[in-house]
Each structure stands twice: as structure tokens, then as C-alpha cells.
């Protein structure tokens, strides 16, 4: 119950009305609806079967929205849940409370939650550590629900299940494990690692290391800031909980059993780590093959989660209810102040929505839906919202063209603008930001009696170049 | 349960609460605050009664822009009693207001303490006592709302809870007195409080007496029992109204001469105030006001830590006592926490007229954070010292990021009566009106002659007044005034001050200032002014604010009340030292 107060603290912020704002913006959301999206982004690579789930739960009478965050909540309870299962199977209850809270609030996976916003990557811990669980087990039952959870994390995400699930099982196998020669294990790990140097050559994107000091900046985007900022640090609480088992480990004079799921932890976890942030390594490029220096850096995370967990192992007195209490309360607090996700504001999903591809790069902006108000004949206003998010990081301002055309093909009238958000252009965008930009336009007296067409689309101010339509032509037209 | 009071732990509350006092140590005050400039003009209000000599006000000159209200008469006053010491002492109204804050928060700490030591030990006691003061929602009673009467109402709380809990399982002449003091002192801090917390502590104490009652064996034991502590709590309670009733039987009675319909609808409307669940265990601090809808910048948070600590009370071992109470304060959470939801609105339909007062359902944070902060001290019932201090620590660290107010100067610039009119126009507080107010005032040609940097020295409707009338004040205070007039008719001669029962007026002898006879006050126009009849020729007329029955009756009782509160604590002295066992 403990656990499952700290599971509800940390899911809370689903709980506010509107989908959340994250650097997928209304993708999830399109897809949910079977929109076609820009193939590069991860939503469109996203497992299939959630959004599956998602439109089964919108025919219970969920919108697109309150289906996706259930299934988010489901599956941010179950990861704990794992988590916690995996480490008291391993060393007991007290282990298990607090590694199921430590998971909650790490930094990593909050940021996976609500910054990134991809639904099947929370769906991938819950999955792979369940699958850990399995294949951990003493029983045969068991080992079957790890084998059947493994292949189906195997089949759903290949490479980073095929990094992550034997380290978890590793260093979070407990009395699975110490049957088994360590250094089986050890060499195991060692096989997968080079595996993944293999893989940097399937990954044609080179991947920027990190900074170290992003593993331990406490900076964390404010609300308005949100899909601006990002957050790759591992998180303060695990880390020195990690470090204190592994003095606790040295303090004692036992040999025989230093070469345990501590040290395999600490080791695993600095590699990756170590992965993320050294630029000269060779893997720093398969980064991007495994899910990214995000993936990394999580996985560091739940390494040193687990091994932090095991302090009431070695330390007994904190395996006593008032201690254990006050750990699982000092670990859910310290990534309480993390949980303030900005809503999205209303966009209308309508059929009608383009992308505009820079050179070079890709679809870069979206425009997901426009709305008109007040009518359209000659010599009124005619008000225009439209609403656009960024796809990547663009470096150029972009303008946005918003043109009434007659029934002839004549331009009407147009209200061209710089595309702003706040006092923000493109340039300074936050990918996944959606922005909402109105327009006044007056069509002239003497215009041509309508139906008028709205047609919208993107140039660059400097060069008057249009940008290119994904799928061809230059400009979204719409019905006023 | 011992008697010995243990310093070391009441000490330690009393430290660990000093990080909370902080901002009340800053030079300057959060005049931003929702109530911030209320709680230093109430004092003003009051201060103006206390220097024309009433030792119990009950009446506020310069409400409603000079027209007056009878704040005192509703409005519990205690916060305003330590204030007016404060000031009375030397300081001025801003820093006896924030000395006022921080003693109630101090204090606060350490009654908790003291009630939860009472129940499973001093060790539960510090938690409590600690998690008490660093509630999200105490804290921001203090700095973000500046509700000085509640802030002080959370002091007597614990204090009523326990009271009540020693007379209901083992009465004494001095556990009765004492009990009856808190409740009295709840009663004057914050009535509306006190109407819910009454309720409340009738359903604790109604379990108290059930759980008491049946460890007796047989059911005429158990009857008598029930009996027996039934009548003591019972006493209590009418014992600690008594002792209110200078103030009790006047707000209930003459409540229904002021109009209530400013403070319960539009935006103070339950309806609209409702918190949703998420927003319970939302992190983000602010220093706004609660809107419609989920966007309020105002937090609502209970707390993620003594929320844990509470959670983890459910699996400490404790004794019969501690297992009850553990069981009473849990129901006590999850009812006034379920009620503060939007999923609660049928509820508030049919509670209505119970919970209407509460004006915003968020408000019952107040007794969910108590029981929380109780359930959090009950959570280290049976640890060690150093778990204590670790958990307090832990709740004082992760509190202290709201620890903290917005000091800014004052708006309306320096507190004065120009101060006090410039607010009440920008802010539309501060205008309660009398039933006999048909149109709530906007300004006023007093608050005009304060705010162009006049004195006001008497609220005579001069502009009513009848050619070839002569009329001059002799003196006018906060309480009333004294006119001279000469006339050759009969006139009605109107005050700028709104009619409320307890105004009275009276004609005197202009050469000996005795009363002749009195003057029948008819409120008249929009404004419910008072108006009296005078005759002609030369005169003098004293309209005054004086004691109604209902007031004369309440200080009677408050009187005998104490009395008889002094005579229960000498009977425990006497009981004390000829050693009578206590049953």
C-alpha cells in the first residue's frame, strides 16, 4: 500500500484534464486515430499494440487522450510494481518497497513519462523488467511468464531488450543467480555490449555524446519551459543510495562475495554511462541504435536503482518499518517537485493537416488543424486559428502564409506572419511544442463573391522559398 | 498516557518550527497575500474600539467605507485580543499581525504535540507536532492566504481533540476545565471553523464513549459508562460555549441582521472550489487564488511526506488505544478528503447549510491535514530517537521550499483610514453590510475626506440636514457620537452609519448631558442609515452602540462559565494533593 501511495503521487499528473504536453505533442494522439505521421518521428515507430489498446479503450467511450493516459498510468504501476517485484524476489520485501519507490521517482524515467512522451517506451520498462522477474525466478511458472514477456519485448523492441533485459536479470536476479557463476554472468553482459558495437554500423545518424554534468544537473525545464528543456540526469537518491551499498560492500571483508550483483551493477551502470557521455568511444554512435543516450541513461538509472535498493539488505535496521518508511518517503519526495507536466491546449484533430519538410531534414512543422470564425463574404473578417507543432529542431524563422483564395483561383486577401510562439520563432521552438497562432483577415468589398478557400503554408522570410509539403505541393487548402 | 511533560521532545518541536517562522522575521509583510491586508485592518478596526475604551468590541467604525459593521460581533476575535496586546505593547499593526503568526504556528506545533503524546507517546508527539506546522496547507494559510483567525484556530485544535479525548475516557474537574478553556478558545479564533470542528469532535467523541464504554462487562456497566462520560463531554461542551457565550450568543443570535449573501455566492460559491484528486498530490506552489476549473494557482497538496508517514502508520503495532485512534483519524482523512472532490458535490447538496459557511471545499485541508500530521506521528509510535529526528528533519526539508512569502509594500501605501478606503475600493473587501443595506456601498463622502488626507470628525449626514438647523458635534469616537443641535421644527436628523441592533439613540439636557428620553433610530434609504426623529429647540442627541440583550446575557454567561472553569481547577488542585484516584 505504501508503494502503491507513492505509484498514485506519481501518476497523478495524468490525472489533470487535457492531454500532456510533452515533445511528441499531438502525435500520440494521431496515431491513436490512425492518422498518417511523418515517418521520422518515434511516435510512427512507436509499438503498434498501444495504440491498438488505446482505440479498444476509446470504443469503452475514452477519448483519444484519457485512452492513452491509462494506459500510461497501467503501465507506470506496473513498471514500479516490476521493479519491486524483481528486487524483493531477489533480497526481500524491504528491497523490494524501496526499489518499486526509487523506480517511481527516478528523474529518467519521469522525464521518459512526461517530457519525451513516447507511451511505449513506459510500456517497455513495464514490459522488460516483468520479463526480468520471469526469467529471475526460482519457479517454473515463472520462467515461463519471463520467457513469454522476453520474446514478446524481443519481437516489440529488439535492441534495447536485448541490452537491458540481461543486465536487469543480472543484476537484479538474486537467488536465480547465485547458483550460477558470476562470471558467466559477467561475460554474458560483456557479449551483449559487443553486440551493440556491432550495431553502430546499422545506425547512420551519428548520435552527440552527452556532457557529464547533464548525468547530475539537477536543472529540470520549468512548466512553461517544458518540451524546451529535458532532463538526463540519473537521479541523486539512486546514485548515493547506490554508492553507500557499495561502501557497505567494501566495508566488509568478505571477498568471496564482492563479485555480486553490486559490483555488477556499478560496473554495468558506469558503462552506460560511460557510453553516453565519451565522444571518442566507438558504441557512442550505436546510441541512437538503442534508443538513444536517454535509453542510456535510464537504464543506468534502474541498474543503480536496484542496486541502491539492496541498502536494507546491509544495513538491517533499515529493513525495520519506521526506517524503511522513512526511505520510501524520503525517495518519493525527492522527485516530487519533478511532477509538473503542462497541459496541451485544445486542438482541433480534424482530417485536414499537413506537414512541411526543411531542406534537408525532413518534416519539420506540422500544421495540425485550422478553425475559422466569423463569415466569409466580402467586406467582413474573417478570424483564423491555426495550429502548428514542431517536429525537429529547426534553426531558420519561418514564416507562415495564410491565404482566401476565390472560387477563380484569385488571391482574396492574406495575413502573412512570422510564426511565434509568445515572442519565440521557429528557431526557438521546443520539438513537440504545439502553438496556436490567430489571424485577423479582412476581405476587401469589392472581392469576389466566395465559397473561399483558406490555403496555408511556410517560407522563409529572407528567400520567400516556400517549404515543401510532405507528400507534394506547398500549401494546405481548407474550406472558410 | 504519562503526565510527565517531556521538554527534550517539546523542545525539539519547538526548534524544528522556527525554520517556518522565517518570513515573519523578514523586515516588511506579504501584503499580496489573500488576507493579508484583512488581517492587519481587522486589527486597526479593532485597535480604534480598544483606545475609545470597549474591552470587548464588537463594533467596526470604518467598514464598508466609514459606515461600519459589526465585525466583532461575527468574527471570532482572539487573533485580533493577541494582537491588540501586541500593539498595545509597542508594535505596530503590521509586526503584532506577523508576531500573531508566528506565535500560532509555534504554538500550533507544540499542541499537537501534546495531544499526539498524549495517545502513543512523545516520539509520535514530535512527528506529529512538526508535520503539523510543515503541512503545505498550514503553510500556506500562513503566507499565500495570511488567514490570521485560522492560523490561530489551528492552535486550539489538537488542543479541543484532546480535551475532549481525556474527559471522554477518564474525566477529571481539571481535564473538564481545561477542555472547556480550548474549546472556548476555537470558538473565539474562528466560528465557522469551530461550527465543522464541533461536529467533527461529536462523531470522535461519540466513538471514544462507544470504545470506552464496552471494556466495561455487561450491558448496565457499559450504560453507565456511557452515561457517566457522556455527561462529562457533554458538560464540557456546554462549559466551553458558556465561557464563549460573550461571543457565541450574540453571533448566533444576531447573525441574521448581516447579510451573507456577498460571502456565499458568485465566486465564493462551494460549487466552483471543488479540488480535483491529481491536485492533491500536485507540487507546484503558488501564490494565487482558487478559480474555477483546474487552473488554480493555489496549492492544494497534502503533503507527499506526511502523506507517506501516514500511509505507514496503517503497519506500526500500537496498543488498544493507539489502534482506535489510528482508526478514528484515518476515517477522519479519507471522509473530509473525499469531500473536498468534485465527486463530492451531491454530498454538499444535501450538507448544505452545514458546509456552506466552509466557502471553499478546499478548506477542509484543514482537517485533513490534521489528521494527517496525526497519523504521521503515529507512523514513528515505536522507533528509536534517531528515526524521529530523521523523520522530522525529512519533513521540515521537504516542506521548506514553501516556506516562503512574497514580501511586498503595501498598495494601498501605509496602514491608515486611507490605507483602509483605498482597499476596500480596489479589493471590494471589507464592505460587509446589515440586512437594512439594500445597496452595497462603492465609496463614500468619508472615505472621500480620508483619502484627500482629512480627518473625519463626525459621521453627521450634513447634506440632510434641513435649512436653518444648527448642529456640531461635541465628540464623536468609533462608538458613537454626541450632537448639539438648535431647531426651530422637528427634523430627522441621519448618521453616516449603517443600522445595525445595538445602536441607540437618546436625547440629553444640552446644560447637564442627562438623558431625557430615547430616540426611536429608524435605518433608512438604501444604505440602512440610521436615522432619528429629533424635536425642535435646543438639544443634545448621544446615539451609541451598546449591549443588546443577547450580549448582556453572553458576558453572564461567560462570566459564570469562568467562574466555574476557576472553581474546576481548584477541585483538581484539591483532588491533586489529597491524592483522590482518578476513575
Known sequence: MLLGVVGLVYVAPLGRPGFLATQMGVLPLLRVLGRPLPPTTPVAADAAWVYGLARGLMRLGFSPGQALELLLVVAILLGGAGVAALAWQAWGWAPGVLAGALFFALPAHISARFIRGVPGEIWFWAVVVWAAWGASGLRRWQRLIGAMLAAFALITWPTTTAVALPLLVLVGGGKRWSHVHRVQGVLGWIGAVLVLVILRWRSAAPASALFPFQLFSAAWPEPEAWVRGGSYQVGAVPLLGALVVLAQRWSADRLRERLSSVELGWAAALGLLAWAVVPWAPVTRAASAVGGHAFLVLLASVVLTLVAAQLPRLQPALAEWAWLSLLVALVAWSGYSLLTPPALPDVPLGAEMASFEVPDGGPALLLLGVEGEGQAVAGQVVRVKAYWQLLQPVSKDYTAFVHVVAPDGSLVAQGDRLLLAGERPTSGWGVGEVVVQSYEIALPAEAPPGPYTLRLGVYLAETLERLPRTGGGDALEVPL | ?583
Not at chain 2, 490561530?152 to 480535551?163: C, R, S
Not at chain 2, 451573507?260 to 465566486?267: E, F, H, K, N, V
Not at chain 2, 459557511?357 to 530517537?385: I, K, N, Y
Open chain 2, 1 to 583: 498516557m504519562s503526565r510527565r511533560w517531556d521538554w527534550p521532545y517539546a523542545l525539539l518541536v519547538l526548534l524544528l518550527s522556527v525554520p517556518a517562522i522565517g518570513p515573519t522575521l523578514n523586515p516588511g509583510y506579504w501584503w499580496g497575500a489573500h488576507d493579508a491586508r484583512h488581517s492587519v485592518y481587522f486589527l486597526f478596526e479593532f485597535d480604534r474600539a480598544v483606545q475609545d475604551g470597549v474591552l470587548w468590541p464588537r463594533w467596526s467604525p470604518d467598514f464598508a467605507f466609514g459606515y461600519g459593521y459589526p465585525f466583532f460581533n461575527i468574527y471570532g476575535p482572539l487573533s485580533s485580543f493577541v494582537g491588540e496586546a501586541l500593539h498595545l505593547m509597542g508594535l505596530s499593526f503590521v509586526d503584532a499581525v506577523k508576531v500573531v503568526f508566528a506565535l500560532s504556528v509555534l504554538a500550533s506545533g507544540l499542541a499537537m504535540c501534546g495531544f499526539v503524546r498524549h495517545v502513543a507517546g512523545p516520539r509520535a508527539g514530535v512527528v506529529a507536532g512538526v508535520a503539523y506546522v510543515y503541512l503545505p496547507y498550514h503553510l500556506a494559510d500562513v503566507y499565500v492566504r495570511a488567514a490570521l483567525a485560522e492560523s490561530v484556530a489551528l492552535v486550539w485544535l489538537p488542543l479541543v481533540f484532546w480535551g475532549f479525548l481525556a474527559v471522554s475516557t477518564v474525566p477529571t474537574p481539571g481535564r473538564v476545565a481545561w477542555a472547556a478553556l480550548a474549546y472556548t478558545g476555537l470558538l473565539l479564533s474562528h466560528n465557522g471553523l469551530t461550527v465543522q470542528a464541533t461536529f467533527v469532535l461529536g462523531a470522535f467523541v461519540a466513538c471514544v464513549l462507544a470504545w470506552r464504554s464496552f471494556e466495561e462487562k455487561g450491558w448496565p456497566a457499559r450504560a453507565r459508562t456511557a452515561l457517566r462520560l457522556g455527561v462529562a463531554a457533554g458538560s464540557t461542551l456546554a462549559l466551553g460555549m458558556a465561557v464563549g457565550g460573550i461571543f457565541l450568543l450574540p453571533w448566533v443570535l444576531e447573525y441574521k441582521y448581516v447579510r451573507t449573501d456577498q460571502w456565499l455566492a458568485g465566486y465564493y460559491s462551494y460549487r466552483e472550489h471543488f479540488v480535483q484528486w491529481w491536485q492533491l498530490f500536485d507540487p507546484r506552489w503558488g501564490f494565487g487564488v482558487s478559480v474555477p476549473g483546474p487552473d488554480d494557482t493555489f496549492p492544494f497538496q497534502l503533503g507527499v511526506v506526511p502523506l507517506l508517514l501516514g500511509v505507514a502508520a496503517l503497519w506500526v503495532p500500537l496498543d488498544l488505544w493507539g489502534r482506535r485512534m489510528r482508526l478514528a483519524f484515518v476515517a477522519l482523512f479519507v471522509l473530509f478528503t473525499l469531500l473536498m472532490l468534485e465527486q463530492a458535490a451531491p454530498a454538499w447538496s444535501v450538507l448544505g447549510p452545514l458546509l456552506s459557511p466552509v466557502q471553499f471545499p478546499w478548506r477542509l485541508l484543514v482537517f485533513a491535514g490534521f489528521a494527517l500530521a496525526f497519523l504521521s506521528g503515529l507512523a514513528l509510535a515505536r522507533a528509536p530517537d534517531s528515526a524521529v529526528l530523521a523523520a522530522s528533519l525529512l519533513v521540515v526539508t521537504a516542506s521548506y521550499p514553501y516556506v516562503q512569502a512574497e514580501i511586498r509594500p503595501p498598495a494601498e501605501g501605509p496602514v491608515s483610514y486611507a490605507g483602509l478606503m483605498r482597499f476596500q475600493q480596489s479589493a471590494g473587501e471589507m464592505t460587509g453590510s446589515s440586512i437594512w443595506v439594500r445597496e452595497i456601498p462603492t465609496w463614500s463622502p468619508l472615505a472621500e475626506v480620508w483619502v484627500r488626507g482629512g480627518e473625519v470628525t463626525s459621521r453627521v449626514d450634513y447634506g440632510a440636514l434641513p435649512k436653518g438647523v444648527q448642529v456640531a458635534s461635541r465628540w464623536a469616537n468609533s462608538q458613537g457620537e454626541l450632537v448639539e443641535y438648535r431647531a426651530e421644527h422637528p427634523f430627522r436628523l441621519a448618521f453616516n452609519i449603517a443600522y445595525y441592533p445595538g445602536w441607540r439613540a437618546y436625547l440629553l439636557d444640552p446644560e447637564t448631558e442627562e438623558v431625557v428620553r430615547p430616540l426611536e433610530i429608524v435605518p433608512h434609504g438604501t444604505l440602512g442609515h440610521i436615522r432619528v426623529e429629533v424635536p425642535a429647540g435646543h438639544h443634545l442627541v448621544l446615539v451609541r452602540f451598546e449591549d443588546t440583550r443577547p450580549r448582556r446575557v453572553g458576558k453572564v454567561l461567560s462570566l459564570v462559565g469562568l467562574l466555574i472553569v476557576g472553581a474546576l481547577l481548584l477541585l483538581e488542585a484539591r483532588n491533586r494533593r489529597k491524592g483522590v484516584p482518578r476513575r
